[in-house]
């Protein structure tokens, strides 16, 4: 019986073609389901039995852990050079977007709030 073994939806085009070359290098058959063009089906890769199953989640646990090391290790990286992005680095890049978000923000936190605090009387 078909077993649902990771769900792609969300997940970057690398890390989906790194588990697709994980499965093949290990020999463990499986298929893709896709969203499909309306994407309310779910994408995710799916064994066609589940004798393989603990070792398909296995492999794919130890990839996605080593996946995080070397993000974290990217980023401290950045970080001691220097050039890692912060919050202010981002509204800097673009104030007009910022500066309409939070307009955004607060105009929906005005009529939400306006009839229980009377602000709007």
Same mark, same amino acid.
């Given at each position: 019986?078909?077993?649902?073994?990771?769900?792609?939806?969300?997940? !970057?085009?690398?890390?989906?073609?790194?588990?697709?070359?994980?499965?093949?290098?290990?020999?463990?058959?499986?298929?893709?389901?896709?969203? +499909? +063009?309306?994407?309310?089906?779910? !994408?995710?890769?799916?064994?066609?039995?589940?004798?393989?199953?603990?070792?398909?989640?296995?492999?794919?646990?130890?990839?996605?852990?080593?996946?995080?090391?070397? #993000?974290?290790?990217?980023?401290?990286?950045?970080?001691?050079? +220097?050039?890692?992005?912060?919050?202010?680095?981002?509204?800097?890049?673009? !104030?007009?977007?910022?500066?309409?978000? #939070?307009?955004?923000?607060?105009?929906?936190?005005?009529? #939400?709030?306006? !009839?229980?605090?009377?602000? +709007? #009387?």
């Amino acid at each position: 019986m078909a077993e649902l073994l990771f769900k792609l939806r969300n997940v !970057p085009d690398d890390e989906a073609a790194d588990i697709r070359q994980l499965l093949n290098d290990h020999e463990i058959d499986f298929y893709e389901t896709h969203a +499909g +063009g309306w994407a309310v089906s779910m !994408p995710a890769i799916w064994l066609h039995d589940d004798t393989h199953l603990e070792r398909a989640k296995a492999l794919i646990d130890l990839y996605q852990q080593q996946r995080a090391a070397d #993000s974290r290790a990217a980023y401290e990286q950045l970080r001691a050079e +220097g050039q890692h992005k912060t919050v202010a680095d981002k509204i800097i890049e673009r !104030p007009f977007q910022f500066l309409m978000l #939070s307009l955004a923000v607060l105009f929906i936190l005005y009529i #939400s709030l306006s !009839p229980f605090l009377g602000f +709007g #009387s």
